[in-house]
């Protein structure tokens, strides 16, 4: 049984989005420790993530530890999972059949995609579905154009309106909804990629979403 469960507090003043994770909002989120997808293991670096709602957005955080910072696709919708990134799936109504999935690169460059993963049949992206409203924003301490420069990290901030979650029970959300959320990141280093996770799926993939954790809207 999946155990992941995480408190997702209501906030009357929101974070302003420009990719640093210094609002005082911020401070009432717990923290996320992420893991190795595989195994659940320690991973190379440290990722945190946090997540806030009010009225008009579910807000996301991700703090990565990184010190070779890799990325070039700039076009939307790219296949951003080839580089660095950091991912949300959310299944609002927890059916483990459809669910959102949006990406953001260290370039803040954006892929969503609305997913279908009902086995045995293979899941299906649908990547003409695009999030109407979404906002993020990314803040990189050092260089993804330069292999040979000293980075530290990156930050990434996303709102998402709730607009884009067709299938919730309820939009806004109401206290005490439960939806169905996994939070990864993809890092590539020297050649290797590591795959982190919130709630690990113990395989290759990040489509697993009966291992997503559940989030408890709290108000």
């Known amino acids: 049984m999946n155990t992941w469960r995480y408190r997702c507090r209501y ?83 927890g059916d483990q059949i459809g669910y959102v ?45 330069d292999p040979g420069s000293t980075d530290r990290g990156w930050q990434v901030e996303m709102a998402i309106p709730w607009g884009d979650f067709a299938t919730a029970p309820h939009q806004p959300p109401q206290a005490g909804d439960v939806w169905r959320v996994n939070l990864y990141r993809i890092d590539q280093f020297e050649g290797q990629e590591e795959l982190y996770a919130w709630s690990p799926t113990l395989c290759e993939t990040f489509h697993v979403p009966g291992r997503f954790g559940e989030m408890v809207f709290e108000k």
């Open 101 to 145: 999935e949006i990406e953001v690169s260290p370039l803040n460059t954006l892929l969503d995609l609305y997913v279908l993963n009902r086995p045995p049949q293979p899941f299906r992206g649908m990547f003409d579905w695009d999030s109407v409203g979404l906002r993020s924003a990314v803040r990189v301490d050092g260089d993804p154009h």
């Open 11 to 93: 906030i009357k003043v929101p974070p302003i989005v420009d990719g640093v994770l210094d609002d005082p909002a911020w401070q009432q989120a717990d923290a996320i420790r992420l893991v190795r997808n595989q195994d659940g293991a320690v991973p190379r670096f440290e990722t945190t993530a946090r997540l806030l709602w009010d009225e008009a957005y579910l807000y996301v955080g991700f703090a990565c530890e990184d010190t070779r910072i890799y990325a070039t696709m700039t076009e939307r919708d790219a296949e951003l999972w080839h580089q660095e990134v950091v991912e949300v799936f959310v299944d609002p109504n």
